[in-house]
């Protein structure tokens, strides 16, 4: 009996040890905007990836705030984080924050944006290509379809570098459609928040009320834009943009819907994938310096996949 009862006491020793190893094996993630559906995919990739390797993982929300994600970045040191999944505000000023991890041990994976920082893994998309995308299918439309000067304009944005990246693929994409002025650029403006962007949409169409199309460089201003059009009831004027959502895309799902194509990447894997990296990171496994997770184009034309996306 005493026996057994010492195997018993060894079992359940080496079981609380293990316990204690994975509940100290801690992942956290810190993103700017954790409220927009698609950080929200990225978020549940995470989990989902945590759950499946028996970790415990917490994720915060920087509010756009590089103070703020330098106070996170403190209090993640100070629970004795293992690892950070971080998509980081600003190339430059997001720096002291991972450089303050990494100095303290912890282990840094970026995400769908960059910083100007040796970090363990960043796991990215094309950026270029993801503009790039839907302004070649907008060169297929405009030129199948014989349109001629399309008064159009573009919402972009100048504050990141993945933001500049895909703003940059999409207009080099249709940059003969403005020179043979099969495409006519009325106003270039640039936006970011919901609100804002909203604003800035009924100042164009009242300045420019003879606008037909509009390209949005996020979903959050697609989104936007969407909504303002509904409230103007201008329902004359065509978009395509970045990011899809399943209202975005039930709206695509329409008939005779003005949405013409969404690039997309894709946050859940991009999620998954960085919680992965870090925890190999944790346990000294190689993992990939970079990992480029591939984009796609859904359009109004290809009802299966929208269904295929919302059902997801």
Request: proline share 2%.
């Amino acid at each position: 009996m005493k026996r057994i009862f010492l195997l018993l006491t060894v079992c359940i020793i080496q079981t609380l040890a293990v316990s204690c190893k994975k509940q100290n094996a801690l992942i956290a993630s810190i993103c700017f905007n954790s409220d927009i559906e698609w950080f929200q995919e990225g978020i549940q990739g995470m989990e989902d990836a945590s759950s499946e390797n028996h970790i415990k993982f917490i994720s915060y929300n920087s509010y756009y705030d590089t103070g703020m994600e330098f106070q996170l970045a403190e209090k993640l040191v100070k629970s004795h984080i293992k690892a950070v999944i971080i998509s980081p505000i600003d190339y430059t000023k997001s720096v002291s924050a991972i450089d303050f991890l990494k100095k303290h041990g912890v282990k840094v994976v970026t995400w769908n944006t960059f910083v100007n920082y040796p970090v363990d893994s960043e796991v990215i998309v094309n950026s270029q290509k993801l503009g790039e995308i839907t302004g070649t299918y907008l060169k297929e439309y405009v030129n199948e379809h014989k349109l001629s000067e399309v008064k159009a304009a573009f919402i972009t944005n100048n504050s990141y570098t993945i933001a500049k990246e895909r703003c940059n693929g999409f207009k080099s994409a249709v940059q003969s459609l403005v020179d043979s002025k099969k495409i006519i650029v009325k106003a270039e403006i640039n936006s970011e928040l919901t609100e804002e962007t909203k604003r800035n949409i009924r100042t164009l169409l009242n300045d420019h009320p003879d606008i037909q199309l509009i390209w949005c460089w996020n979903q959050t201003t697609l989104d936007a834009c969407l909504q303002t059009l509904k409230e103007m009831e201008r329902t004359d004027v065509f978009l395509c943009g970045t990011d899809l959502t399943k209202n975005i895309a039930l709206e695509m799902l329409r008939p005779n819907s003005k949405i013409l194509a969404v690039s997309v990447q894709n946050p859940y894997l991009m999620g998954y994938t960085a919680l992965e990296n870090a925890l190999n990171s944790i346990k000294g496994k190689d993992v990939e310096r970079i990992v480029e997770i591939p984009v796609n184009l859904y359009t109004s034309q290809d009802l299966d996949a929208l269904e295929e996306y919302i059902s997801r």
